[in-house]
């Protein structure tokens, strides 16, 4: 079994930065895909940002492009998103999730664990 725990989440006003982490725990897979998802208030869940196991590639999202950067240490089996420029609309539930294959995949039924979601929120 495999646990992800975010931590980083919490309000902060439009214009500001928050930082989210996410600690993998339980049973090794080799080389992953580490990825972020946002679900918005009565939205869907979508992808956000994700990176691969050698961070040799990543996805952004148009909408976080320039403002967010996803970075991972495969030692620490961790994975971070850097949040900065935050706008009212970047509100919702943040999840980690892990995609073991070896692709860097965007849908969410290609993620196999999932954390348990914190939350970003920015007033404006």
């Known amino acids: 079994q495999v646990q992800l725990v975010e931590s980083g989440g919490g309000l902060v006003q439009a214009g500001g930065s928050l930082r989210l982490s996410c600690v993998a725990s339980?049973?090794?897979?080799?080389?992953?895909?580490m990825g972020w998802f946002r679900q918005a208030p009565g939205k869907e869940r979508t992808l956000v940002a994700a990176?691969?196991?050698?961070?040799?590639?990543?996805y952004y999202a148009d909408s976080v492009k320039g403002r967010f950067a996803i970075s991972r240490d495969n030692a620490q089996n961790t994975v971070s998103l850097q949040m900065n420029s935050l706008e009212p609309e970047d509100t919702g539930v943040y999840y980690c999730?892990?995609?073991?294959?070896?692709?860097?995949?965007?849908?969410?039924?290609?993620?196999?664990?999932w954390g348990q979601g914190t939350q970003v929120t920015v007033s404006s």
């Open positions: 339980g049973r090794t897979f080799g080389s992953y895909t």
């Open positions: 999730a892990v995609d073991v294959g070896t692709f860097l995949r965007t849908y969410e039924w290609h993620y196999d664990y």
């Open positions: 990176v691969t196991w050698s961070g040799g590639r990543t």
